[in-house]
């Protein structure tokens, strides 16, 4: 019982923060330049997706890390997850270079990220919920006050990502 609902807890966290990235990416650029199957990006967002899940709940096994990427990367591209897990595999087992770097940026930016914020309040920096917060004046208090701090981390996601893809 706790095990589905912590990776529920984890799935939405990830859903909450790692598609608004990629789509303030999107937004920025055209779709044809933000190819997620490239080697980097997959390393990234495979990254990206598994430190945001566990930073959101801290003891998750195996089986819920890769259910909850498939859950993820199922969202992100219209391409079938089985096909996505086997690029994955097969990048890291023949060491690619271009995936790995995305790997390291990828939890080089997590890190930046979740020292600089609570998962709950990235929501609120990346403007998607207020559920997180008590009341309505919590969440625009931290939005309003996250200014700066949202745009270091635009920035951050520019330096680790954007630059590469």
Not at 66 to 95: H, P, Y
Request: charged share 25%; glycine share 4%; proline share 2%.
């Amino acid at each position: 019982m706790f095990k589905y609902f912590n990776a529920r807890k984890a799935k939405n966290a990830v859903m909450a923060t790692v598609p608004s990235f990629i789509s303030y990416t999107t937004s920025r650029q055209s779709d044809a330049a933000v190819s997620l199957d490239a080697p980097f990006a997959a390393g990234f967002v495979t990254i990206f997706i598994t430190r945001t899940a566990m930073e959101r709940v801290a003891t998750l096994d195996d089986d819920t890390i890769g259910w909850i990427q498939a859950k993820a990367w199922s969202s992100l591209i219209e391409t079938d997850i089985d096909l996505v897990g086997e690029k994955i595999a097969f990048q890291c087992s023949r060491r690619d270079p271009d995936f790995l770097l995305g790997c390291a940026n990828g939890h080089a930016f997590s890190r930046y990220l979740f020292d600089a914020v609570h998962v709950e309040e990235l929501e609120a920096l990346t403007g998607l919920c207020k559920s997180s917060f008590e009341t309505e004046d919590d969440y625009y208090q931290l939005l309003c006050s996250g200014h700066d701090m949202r745009r270091n981390l635009l920035a951050e996601w520019h330096r680790q990502f954007e630059v590469y893809v």
